[in-house]
């Protein structure tokens, strides 16, 4: 959410959150980088376009044009140049001065050698017990934030995985609308809308590039899950990678595995919603997970098919209106999971990104829970592996990303909540390699053909086998004609010359004797 050096009385009065690079000369003489011409301090632009109908409680969430509710100045970086303080390297580049290009694969979590996933599984939870260097969480709202003093911010720090996780219950969180009064839950700023693969985007990049630096490596890239398999086990659920089943207990991971000593943040969410707070680093009970065992739901005990992949790729328009989770024909509802794998919208329907996650049937099943799950992560690097293989496919241009009146929060240039510095969904739509320094090493399902196509293709060749053989006999009867009309003259000419001949023999009467 906001650095370190943002959470103080000064600078949240100030409005300005613009911290030092190397202030060699005392505080304030390099916010930005300035001195080294990395960035300077300027206004925070804003999304103020209309959203659309879902949300009707302007005024009363501090996520509203976000960041404004906090902060009205940041930086702004030049160049390479990326990060809170112009301090760190647009995606893609690395070095002191972040000009090297850097390309990282994300690969297949079943592809990693035995090496590779403990050293994945022993990065993922260096990352869960690592304090966040620079970021720290707000665990009241605007209103209460300098505390009930009002010089005491409520801020708190957090681990680099547990920010992962807060950012994702931040953006789903309800609407707070007073004591007493019903928290309103019509509001999602990562879901149910055009914003919801560019959010998830730049939430995994944010993740990744916390770990790269936590790891010092520049080439270290978040493997992905291919869900698709159409099966009814989980087949990243081993000992070696995301931790098996527990023998004790179906709902829980074995003690094999690190992840079983994971605890969950965000669980108090009756709480967060009663009393107006926000959901803190406090940490509760471990992660549940119980693949393909929801009883009560036969449709979410099977993982999508790899069909299903292949036919939401050949859903030619992003999005359509609404852009909301009943929107038809839309390749962001599909593959979010709202509408079934061809883009058509049904109630009913769970596919896909949606589908895999309540698969899981437990932690990575909830919403406001489910990046506690390190599934989590590897589920939304398929689900961005699609997104950037249908840009890529369609040639996609930021034009047909809805300008205004999507669901809050999801509007082209809408800064995401709650990442900072502010960073927009137009950023994320563009293709990975070229732009954001990453690509998936991923084998994508050919389509196989549906029955009306089956259909169609019979009748064609068997109008083509008809025409061949109607030809095919028209070109037997031209022949035997031709063959005929050729013998013709050849039995006159005969019959001429045997005619001759016997028009030559004399007749008696004309013999010599
Ligand atoms: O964590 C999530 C859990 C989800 C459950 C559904 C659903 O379709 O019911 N969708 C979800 C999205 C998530 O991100």
């Known amino acids: 959410q906001f650095p370190r050096q943002c959470a103080t009385v000064d600078a ?9 690079l190397s202030p060699v000369f005392g505080p304030g003489t390099d916010r930005c980088g300035s001195s080294s011409g990395r960035g300077q301090c300027v206004a925070v632009i804003a999304d103020s376009r209309p959203h659309g109908p879902q949300y ?6 501090d996520r509203e044009q976000w960041p404004l509710r906090f902060f009205n100045r940041t930086c702004s ?3 390479n140049f990326s990060g809170y303080n112009c301090g760190s390297c647009r995606p893609g580049l690395s070095g002191a001065a972040c000009n090297q290009q850097i390309r990282t694969v994300r690969r297949n979590l079943l592809d990693l050698s035995a090496e590779e996933r403990n050293n994945f599984v022993n990065a993922l939870h260096q990352a869960k017990t690592t304090v ?4 720290v969480i707000a665990t009241r709202r605007h209103e209460e934030i300098l505390g009930p003093d009002g010089n005491t911010p409520q801020f708190e720090n957090v ?3 547990n920010y992962f996780v807060w950012s994702h219950y931040y953006s789903v969180r309800k609407t707070f609308l007073g004591a007493g009064q019903q928290s309103f839950g019509g509001v999602d700023f990562s879901h149910e809308g055009p914003a919801f693969l560019t959010w998830h985007r730049y939430h995994l990049l944010q993740l990744e590039k916390d770990m790269q630096e936590m790891l010092q490596d520049p080439s270290f890239a978040l493997p992905y899950w291919n869900f698709a398999t159409g099966g009814n086990t989980c087949d990243i659920c081993t000992d070696d990678l995301m931790g098996a089943r527990s023998n004790f207990d179906v709902s829980l991971i074995s003690q094999n595995s690190i992840f079983s000593q994971w605890r969950v943040l965000c669980e108090y969410l009756e ?22 065992g929801n009883v009560a739901r036969p449709m979410v005990q099977r993982l999508p098919e790899p069909q299903d992949v292949a036919l939401c790729l050949e859903v030619g328009l992003f999005d359509t209106p609404p852009f909301y989770s009943n929107s038809n024909d839309s390749f962001r509802n599909t593959v979010e999971g709202y509408s079934d794998p061809s883009g058509k919208y049904d109630p009913a329907v769970r596919s896909l990104h949606n589908l895999a996650h309540l698969f899981l049937n437990g932690t990575g099943g909830q919403t406001h829970l489910s990046p506690n799950d390190p599934i989590f992560v590897f589920l939304h690097t398929f689900t961005d592996a699609v997104f950037d293989e249908w840009l890529r496919r369609h040639n996609a241009d930021i034009s047909i990303y ?3 009146n999507a669901p809050i929060g999801h509007n ?7 990442f900072w510095p502010p960073v927009t969904n137009n950023e994320m739509f563009v293709p990975a390699p070229e732009n954001l320094g990453y690509s998936y090493d991923v084998q994508w399902p050919s389509r196989a053909l549906q029955v009306t196509e089956i259909i169609t293709i019979a009748i064609v060749t068997a109008l083509i086998l008809v025409a061949i053989i109607f030809a095919g006999a028209t070109c037997i009867v031209h022949a035997r004609k031709n063959k005929d009309e050729l013998h013709q003259p050849l039995l006159t000419d005969q019959y001429e010359r045997y005619s001759d001949d016997y028009d030559s023999i004399p007749t008696p009467s004309q013999s010599v004797v």
Do not use: K
């Open 412 to 418: 082209r240039q809408y800064n995401m909540v709650p």
């Open 271 to 292: 709480d967060y919603d009663t009393l107006g707070t926000i959901c803190n680093s406090t940490e509760g009970g471990p992660i549940r997970r119980n693949p393909a």
């Open 56 to 61: 009707m409680h302007d005024g009363q969430d």
């Open 159 to 161: 681990s680099i995985y």
């Open 132 to 135: 966040h260097p620079n970021i």
């Open 402 to 404: 809805p300008l205004e």
């Open 12 to 20: 949240l009065r100030s409005g300005e959150c613009c911290p030092d």
């Open 77 to 79: 970086c030049n160049g």
